[in-house]
């Protein structure tokens, strides 16, 4: 139960940051999200792994790092923290500023995918690798790949590369039910080969 509380703590604070950066104009937006993140795993990975995102959960899982049971709860408790956190955005901002943002879906799908396969990749490698394994840099090498994907491509697909971020920014408003599918789809999709390249490229250490 300790793990699936912490799950939902730092995927709190992970979408609370997004709306509340996004909706307020803060700038620059992705130096807090990634700085939010990289918080948040610093405290909370050495009880649950801080996945804090449902693609990273099924990534560690294929790796064989995440027990079966675990992958439910996981999803539950890191959605329903997607959920909390943009309702209190909302109740904070309101509700009449969120406008759903257009995004193109090829190219959100093709940068979804390749930057929740870049943010899979960096966990795999940083945080569940036996050639990595103690290191203290682990969470900042995640935060600031999420943060390098805000900045390159969030003005493409709103930069996700989250399922439960993508389940928030659709509660606040600010993204399309289409938007939301895409990021369910693309970012398991990248999660899933970036769990197939680890195994490829590490084997099975």
Known sequence: ???????????????????????TGAAPA?????????????????????????AVTLAVFLRGKCDKADVVPYWA??????????????FLLGTRAATPALHGTVPSVI????????????VLNVATAKGTAGNSFYGLAIG?????GAFAVGGVSGGAFNPA???????????????????????????????LAYKFVNGTE
């Open 30 to 54: 992705p130096l807090a999200i990634g700085a939010a993140l990289m918080v948040m795993i610093f405290a909370g990975g050495h009880v649950s792994g801080a996945h804090f995102n449902p």
């Open 144 to 148: 600031m790949t999420v943060m390098t």
């Open 165 to 195: 971020v993508g389940l928030g920014v659709f509660t606040m408003g600010l993204e399309s039910a289409k938007q939301l599918a895409v990021y369910v789809g693309s970012d398991l999709a990248g999660a899933f080969v970036a769990a």
């Open 1 to 23: 139960m300790k793990k699936y509380l912490v799950e939902f703590i730092g995927t709190f604070f992970l979408v609370f940051t997004v709306g509340m950066a996004v909706r």
């Open 111 to 122: 940068v979804e995918f390749l930057f929740t396969f870049a943010l899979a990749w960096v």
């Open 77 to 90: 408790a890191q959605l329903a923290a997607g959920v909390v956190a943009a309702l209190i955005v909302n």
